[in-house]
């Protein structure tokens, strides 16, 4: 199957700074990759939509200058926590979408998960 | 944004048992996808389903796609401890994100 993977999995990092999350998908090209986070015993939100080789879209009440993607080839999205605060800790997860994204068979796969803690 | 209706929130049965769980929308999605968080985890796939009325299996889990598009169920049967986690119903459409569910925790007492 479809794998995906995330680094790190787990950062802690002083108030403050800015942290990079890379995601890659191991074995399948994505144009399309997405940012969640999650709260604890929660259900996923959706970020951010990156496309590969243009800007991403993000969903409302996402600040782009704080949470940063780059989606610079089609195994390879980052996301960057710009000047992290505490309130900014929370589970990142990154996912890949397998096929154009306009097909009946698209799937997405998803990321490990990066727990960011800020101090 | 848009979340579908997952039922229920939780569940606690007895190893065993035979475990039901339900997603609906108020509108049709094109593929409905089941996917289960462990702890600490990313959701990883379980079934994927692309037509509507398709009945999935996937060794001791059953999943269908409903007929008016605006549903579908995922059924474990014989439950055993690994089932424990909670588990996410998404819709797609053409050119969109997934929508999800708010999950349903599954524990299972031995």
């Known amino acids: 199957g479809a794998v995906v993977s995330q680094h790190p999995s787990w950062v802690i990092c002083k108030s403050g700074t800015s942290v990079k999350i890379e995601c890659r998908s191991l074995?399948?090209?994505?144009?399309?990759m997405f940012w969640y986070r999650q709260f604890p015993k929660q259900s996923l939100m959706l970020m951010a939509t990156?496309?590969?080789?243009?800007?991403?879209?993000?969903e409302q009440g996402v600040e782009k200058d704080k949470f940063l993607i780059n989606h610079a080839s089609l195994t390879l999205s980052t996301l960057t926590v710009t000047s992290a605060h505490p309130e900014d800790s929370s589970f990142y997860i990154c996912?890949?979408?397998?096929?154009?994204?306009?097909?009946?068979?698209?799937?997405?796969?998803f990321g490990p998960g990066t727990r960011l803690t800020v101090l | 944004g848009q979340q579908l209706n997952q039922s229920p929130q939780s569940m606690f049965i007895q190893e065993g048992e035979d475990v039901s769980m339900n997603c609906t929308s108020s509108?049709?999605?094109?593929?409905w996808l089941w996917y289960k968080q462990d702890p600490g985890e990313g959701p990883v796939l379980l079934i994927a389903l692309y037509k509507a009325g398709e009945l999935t299996s996937n060794g001791r889990l059953t999943a269908q796609f409903g007929i008016t598009r605006k549903d579908s169920f995922l059924n474990i049967s014989a439950s055993i401890p690994s089932d424990v986690g909670i588990y996410f119903c998404a819709g797609h459409r053409a050119g969109t994100a997934l929508i999800f569910g708010k999950g349903t925790t599954l524990s299972v007492s031995s």
């Open positions: 996912s890949a979408r397998y096929g154009s994204g306009f097909m009946e068979t698209d799937t997405q796969y």
């Open positions: 509108s049709i999605f094109n593929t």
């Open positions: 074995d399948f090209q994505a144009t399309t």
């Open positions: 990156s496309n590969e080789g243009s800007k991403a879209t993000y």
